[in-house]
């Protein structure tokens, strides 16, 4: 479920710069790239953590989900943010090379 999200995230990634590209806002992407590390860093892990139990009254909670769950969004989805990133400069640089050599 986890990694689903990272990669819609990915694929919301590059729709948006495809709609920055459009538009003619180029300097959009690094901030969008930013705000999704942050998000990986600070809010998307928190959605997915689980509820604690109640054990006799009183709430068991156990940090090993929470880490690991933090741990895959910060290395996982950290490093396919900036492989998406550097992805899309590599295929969108070859595509204006063509692009030029058609001409």
């Not at 590059?14 to 969008?32: N, Q, S």
């Not at 895959?72 to 030029?100: D, M, P």
Request: charge should be positive; hydrophobic fraction near 50%; charged fraction near 15%.
């Amino acid at each position: 479920m986890i990694y689903l999200f990272i990669i819609s995230i990915a694929a919301i990634q590059i729709l948006l710069y495809r709609f920055a590209d459009r538009k003619g806002l180029g300097r959009l992407k690094i901030p969008v790239t930013f705000l999704i590390l942050i998000g990986h860093f600070f809010i998307f892990p928190q959605w997915f953590y689980p509820k604690p139990n109640m054990v006799e009254g009183f709430e068991a909670r156990c940090g090993m989900p929470i880490l690991g769950i933090t741990i895959i969004f910060v290395c996982v989805g950290s490093s396919i943010t900036w492989l998406t990133y550097l992805g899309y400069f590599i295929f969108k640089r070859k595509a204006l090379k063509n692009k030029q050599h058609e001409i």
